[in-house]
């Protein structure tokens, strides 16, 4: 099975500083990655995915995230980051599983980790 | 392409009511999925569709809980006498067979408490 953690469940940070969203992953098999965010009462917007190819991925917003196979982790991170950045940051990872005929990728989320940017 | 929608936004229901939530896929995805997200945790996988096939199910998909997908297009998800247990956010999600390896997009929830 398949797990994801979240090392801070909180990260408050000034705005123009830099940050990152610390992930780790555990998995027997191959992965894809991905960083959702979720915005106050709002569903999960997708800001970047690491399907194979060059380790550093490019999302929205500014935001980045570098896939290190051995060290399983895949953090996020932002150079300077905006009021507007602070929301719930969700990393997840996807196995391909067999169901009815099917193979689809099941995402399995971490903890989530609440980034608050202060003025 | 006009995202994931999910109807309603809000539910306030009393224990032992039947609730039921909509979701509507982005138009030409083939995949449907449902999670449940409660309070200071990530969303947990629920149930899969592939049209109108359901092809998994979570073991939190207690016998209370049943999904459709009747057409292949929107999908209903209803709870049977909800519990305060039950009170969550609800996240439906769809994605295409094999564009960017099933990648799900989100729809805005339906977020159910039950008093």
């Known amino acids: 099975a398949q797990s994801v953690t979240q090392l801070d469940s909180q990260v408050p940070v000034f705005e123009e500083a830099p940050v990152e969203l610390r992930c780790n992953y555990s998995?027997?098999?191959?992965?894809?990655l991905f960083w959702y965010v979720q915005y106050p009462n709002q569903g999960l917007q997708l800001l970047l995915k690491?399907?194979?190819?060059?380790?550093l991925v490019k999302g929205i917003n500014g935001f980045e995230a570098e896939f290190n196979k051995s060290q399983t982790s895949f953090h996020l991170r932002k150079p300077s980051v905006h009021i507007s950045d602070t929301a719930e940051y969700f990393c997840?990872?996807?196995?391909?599983?067999?169901?009815?005929?099917?193979?689809?990728?099941?995402?399995?989320f971490g903890q989530g980790t609440i980034l608050t940017v202060h003025p | 392409d006009t995202g994931v929608s999910q109807d309603p936004r809000h539910k306030i229901t009393k224990r032992g009511q039947n609730v039921t939530f909509r979701c509507d896929p982005i138009?030409?995805?083939?995949?449907l999925y449902w999670y449940r997200q409660t309070l200071g945790q990530g969303p947990e996988f629920l149930t899969y569709?592939?049209?109108?096939?359901?092809?998994?199910k979570s073991r939190l998909l207690s016998d209370r809980f049943s999904a459709e997908r009747p057409k292949g297009s929107f999908s209903t998800l209803e709870i049977q006498r909800t519990e305060q247990g039950d009170s969550a956010m609800y996240l439906c999600?769809?994605?295409?067979?094999?564009?960017?390896?099933?990648?799900?997009?989100f729809g805005p929830g339906t977020r159910l408490t039950v008093l």
């Open positions: 999600a769809s994605s295409l067979t094999g564009a960017n390896t099933d990648t799900q997009y």
């Open positions: 998995s027997s098999v191959s992965v894809y």
């Open positions: 690491y399907l194979s190819g060059s380790t």
């Open positions: 997840a990872v996807s196995v391909r599983v067999h169901a009815g005929g099917t193979s689809y990728g099941k995402l399995t």
């Open positions: 138009s030409e995805h083939n995949r």
């Open positions: 569709f592939q049209n109108e096939a359901q092809l998994e």
